[in-house]
């Protein structure tokens, strides 16, 4: 079975596993593996274009959802994607218990037939539309974040009152 690995380099800084060593662990079992070093969000668009029969992906929150969108909307069945979490805070991999292994140990023992299903939201207003897999926030959250600048100095009060 060809594995099409997904490895965001960037994700975090405390998880790290060496991609030679996940590349390892998934030939030991058999896989046939396609390493796809990720460095921007347009980089999945090229290798999901053929993304193989399992797709593993080393990253964070943001590379899991960088996926999982673009598998989302492919007009056929999307292929089943197994989660390597290396990113800063991992809710995803932590939700489904998979930070609680070493990332290279998270690999060993892959079954692409045990699949765990994932549920995704989507939202919808005068943006479009949008799958979201962690959270979604609305009222004065979602008004917080509409005025939050990333490059401004920060203040918990800056901005905040009109």
């Known amino acids: 079975m060809r594995v099409n690995l997904i490895y965001n380099a960037s994700a975090g800084t405390a998880h790290r596993a060496p991609v030679n060593d996940l590349i390892h662990v998934l030939e030991v079992q058999g896989f046939s ?23 593993v992906v080393a990253g964070g929150d943001g590379s899991v959802r960088a996926v999982a969108r673009r ?8 292929p089943a994607m197994a989660i390597v979490p290396l990113g800063t805070s991992n809710n995803i991999g932590r939700t489904l218990r998979l930070t609680e292994l070493a ?29 979201f897999l962690e959270s979604f926030g609305i009222g004065l959250l979602a008004d ?3 005025r939050y600048d990333p490059d401004a100095p920060k203040s918990v009060l800056r901005g905040v009152v009109p």
Not at 120 to 131: N, T
């Open 33 to 55: 593996v396609l390493y796809s070093p990720t460095s921007s969000e347009a980089d999945l668009d090229d290798v999901l274009r053929h993304p193989g029969e399992l797709i």
């Open 144 to 146: 917080l974040l509409r």
């Open 71 to 78: 598998l989302l909307d492919r007009p056929e069945s999307p």
């Open 103 to 131: 990332p290279v140990n998270a690999l060993k023992g892959l079954n692409p037939a045990n699949k765990c299903p994932f549920d995704v939201g989507r939202a919808s207003g005068p943006w479009g539309e949008r799958y």
